[in-house]
């Protein structure tokens, strides 16, 4: 069941561009269209990671999604990408990562990419995601705030994966130098958790048994979750030092998609449609299509259709 849709950051993008209008330096200048690329690339990894989750998710009654999940809790915050619950209260935090160029995991863990010119290191996601379940440990584990059973409340587990887009090239150390399992394509997920419950011990499937909870109850719980998220409020003028000045209005121009009606100036949306069935689709489905043309021979194929073709 989906709980949460990911936030959309098209007004970030949009409000940042503006400030290239003002008065900035070249330092300035750089380092905006650094952030638009960043924001832009990102929110492109999140919603192909989002796709994926969804396809395979968003209709059982089993497992609970939460997109974007951003919680602060005394002074820390965890921006979480995805967030997969299920009814043994097991957490699998999903961290989404958008390599162009892919990326070098050595064997002392440092995360490397190509920027065109050379290699440079990275934060690393793993390490990142482990802050985040730190985080939202402590947050699930408030006073009152877990399922309980018999007055006790039910104990959840973590597990932490880095995902990164499919068509994206990871160069892993030698086998035995470093884990690196938990770093999986995005349409690899699926594989990946069927793998870890598979390897779970009989000992550990009774234990898993023992605390599982109603379908409602799940859905009470990732709920209760939500509530908890704080939206980022960032002051990108201030970010950048840049000193916002009136600029002279700009002239409207139709959004993205949208299908202007000149003879009564009346805009309406072009709607997506599967080319199997006629049936309408999301921009979600569109971006799946395209990333993945070779499969679909380039056509937009709903969800239904994409199975059988």
Known sequence: ???????????????????????????????????????SSGARGEESSAYYIDFQYKDSPNWAIIHDLRLEHRGFVAQIDHLLINRFLDFYVLESKNYYYGIKITPEGE???????????????????????????????????????????????????VMVAPNSRVDRPARGKLDTSMVIKADGLVAAIDKRIDSTSAVGVVSSLAKVVSPETLESFARRLVRLHRPA????????????????????????????????????????????CGAVVDGKVVFF???????????????SCQKVS
């Open 233 to 276: 409020k960032i002051d990108y003028a201030s970010k950048f030092g840049v000193t916002v000045v009136d600029t002279p209005a700009q002239i409207q121009q139709p959004a993205v998609g949208i299908k202007t009606d000149r003879r009564n100036g009346i805009d309406t949306k072009k709607e997506s449609t599967c080319e199997a």
């Open 289 to 303: 299509c395209r990333m993945n043309k070779a499969k679909f021979e380039g056509k937009i194929l709903c969800r």
């Open 111 to 161: 995360f490397l990419t190509w920027n065109g010119k050379t290699m440079v290191a990275l934060e690393s996601p793993i390490e990142q995601n482990k802050r985040h379940i730190d985080l939202l440990e402590r947050v699930v584990q408030q006073p009152g705030f877990l399922p309980t059973r018999l007055g006790v409340s039910i104990s959840p587990s973590f597990f932490s994966y």
């Open 1 to 39: 069941m989906l709980i949460k849709e990911r936030d959309i950051h098209d007004g970030d993008v949009e409000h940042i561009q503006r400030l290239l209008e003002c008065q900035v330096t070249a330092k300035q200048r750089f380092l905006i269209e650094r952030e638009i690329k960043c924001i």
